[in-house]
């Protein structure tokens, strides 16, 4: 399914939508009630959802840490019928400019060879490996890219 959408500000009014995306998007790690409550509602923290005729069709967050002027990706995730849209991207770049940091970093599963697809086309470059990282032992790849122009 495609269709145009819009890249607007997330908040805690989101809570149902986020929840339920997070849950079908990662069944393996998707958040519990207090983290999903957290990303919407703590500070330094940039939310951005896609919208689709009035739906949650996307959501991105960005944890900004000054002090290390960087910002990490926490979460994205894009509903299945949604994908391959481009939603991720403008999620990504509008993210991008709105943390206002010098490098954006992120971790991803060593086989979500859909979203390394993505960082790599955008620009995210290999930084490392954390080990057995996720539930399942699976590995994190860390990526990282520095921003133009900050
Ligand atoms: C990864 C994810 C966010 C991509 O969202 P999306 O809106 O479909 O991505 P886009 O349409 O913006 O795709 C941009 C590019 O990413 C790459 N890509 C996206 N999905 C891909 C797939 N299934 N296989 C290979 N490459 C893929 C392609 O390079 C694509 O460009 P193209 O369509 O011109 O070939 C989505 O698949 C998703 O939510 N997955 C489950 C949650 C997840 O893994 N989140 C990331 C955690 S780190």
């Known amino acids: 399914m495609t269709g145009s959408f819009q890249i607007v500000d997330a908040s805690w009014r989101d809570f149902n939508e986020l929840r339920q995306l997070e849950n079908e998007c990662f069944p393996l790690d998707a958040w519990p009630f207090w983290d999903v409550l ?11 959802k896609a919208v689709t005729h009035g739906k949650m069709t996307g959501f991105i ?24 849209n481009g939603i991720a991207i403008a999620l990504i770049t509008t993210l991008e400019i709105q943390m206002n940091v010098k490098k ?32 399942g032992n699976e590995d994190a790849l860390v990526l990282e890219k520095v921003l133009e122009g900050v």
């Open 38 to 48: 957290g990303i919407l509602t703590l500070p330094d923290v940039v939310r951005l």
């Open 61 to 84: 967050a960005g944890d900004v840490r000054r002090h290390e002027g960087a910002g990490w990706i926490a979460t994205l995730a894009v509903t299945e019928g949604y994908r391959r």
């Open 104 to 135: 954006v970093k992120l971790c991803v599963r060593r086989s979500n060879t859909a979203a390394i697809n993505l960082y790599h086309k955008l620009g995210y470059q290999d930084k490392g490996v954390w080990e057995k990282y996720y539930v």
